[in-house]
């Protein structure tokens, strides 16, 4: 089993170099192994390229190697045709006798058919290796798949006497609680996630642009919470550089391809409404930014996976107060003279 845990980090390892850009597809890593020696590796293309298992299986020099060989990879082989034949017909047609697989794929198209192919026609299948690790990293899709909503990831910086803004300030920018190292983290999770949601208070305040600078890698989708449409046309958020999502109680024709105006009811629950209106757009992660109620809002409405939390070592005296989560702490990390804190619902 020591062997098997292995590679299967290798793979999860691989499986993170393309989150972000495989959308809809899950980010999955592929290894294969002959003789304790790893021959061929992979992760999934980019949406429309090949799956991992294609490019592990096509990095090996020598095909023959692979009757003889293991296949390892995260997420169980897809079993239908979709933008690329099944991986698992490729497995078999390769005549690779073992594959150790991290997690089934809950997919009602997969959800076990690939397995059940690969041991009819011979393979010595084995399932749940780093399982949890494995689930944990592909808890975007999952989340998708099984809840039929996006990953909801809440993300503030507060100060150490617990603000999250300033009672005043001088003019419309963010003030930042956050170190410049945390600040490249969070651009970082911008190219990580689809989509990005910010409240009307937020955009007159800081005028965000909401796009990754500080890292290299796709811009996220804009969500801009704006009732009565009283954000100035000529706000960051609406240069059209990136599609944007405005969630609003108005009709309001959409003119433009990246300027897109959502209607909903404001009086019902609006984290689920806005969760349903990003399910529609294929949305399959959001980070809620701000500001405070509504980061309340989605804690209250029990609609989030995941809180990132930074603490700053400055304090406001007095100004908007944080968000308040009881919520399991999964692990604190210390960034120069920050703390981010993670929480798991």
Not at 28 to 55: L, P, Q, R
Not at 166 to 179: D, L, R, T
Not at 274 to 291: A, M, T
Not at 303 to 318: C, K, P, Q, S, T
Request: hydrophobic share 40%; aromatic share 6%; charged share 25%.
């Amino acid at each position: 089993m020591y062997v098997n845990e292995k590679y299967m980090r290798r793979c999860l390892e691989l499986a993170k170099k393309g989150i972000g850009t495989t959308r809809p597809n899950p980010s999955v890593g592929a290894v294969i192994v002959h003789n304790d020696k790893i021959i061929g590796e992979g992760f999934t293309s980019a949406y429309g390229g090949s799956h991992a298992e294609v490019n592990a299986i096509h990095s090996v020099k020598d095909q023959e190697l692979l009757k003889e060989a293991t296949i390892y990879v995260t997420l169980e082989p897809c079993s239908h045709f979709g933008k690329t034949p099944p991986c698992s017909d490729l497995i078999i047609e390769k005549q690779i006798p073992n594959v150790v697989i991290g997690t089934i794929d809950t997919h009602s198209v997969v959800a076990g058919k690939g397995i059940e192919k690969l041991k009819k026609n011979g393979c010595n299948v084995v399932v749940g290796v780093l399982e949890e690790e494995c689930k944990l990293h592909h808890k975007r899709f999952f989340t998708v798949q099984n809840k039929n909503r996006p990953y909801v990831i809440l993300k503030w910086a507060e100060t150490a006497d617990g603000f999250i803004a300033p009672k005043e300030k001088e003019n419309q920018a963010p003030v930042w609680i956050s170190n410049e190292y945390a600040k490249q983290l969070v651009h970082k999770w911008r190219a990580e996630e689809h989509a990005i949601l910010v409240g009307t208070n937020t955009v007159l305040a800081d005028n965000p642009k909401l796009n990754v600078r500080s890292w290299t890698g796709n811009n996220p989708v804009r969500v801009v919470i704006d009732r009565s449409l009283k954000l100035a046309a000529n706000l960051a958020v609406f240069d059209e550089s990136v599609k944007t999502i405005v969630i609003t109680s108005l009709d309001k024709e959409s003119i433009h391809e990246n300027l897109i105006f959502e209607k909903v009811n404001f009086k019902k629950e609006l984290p689920k409404q806005i969760l349903e209106v990003l399910s529609k757009h294929k949305i399959q992660s959001v980070i809620v930014e701000g500001g405070a109620v509504t980061l309340q809002s989605f804690i209250k409405d029990n609609l989030w996976d995941e809180a990132r939390v930074f603490i700053g070592n400055n304090e406001f005296v007095e100004g908007v107060k944080a968000p308040i989560l009881n919520a399991r702490l999964e692990k604190e990390e210390i960034i120069i003279n920050n703390v981010l804190r993670t929480y798991i619902k």
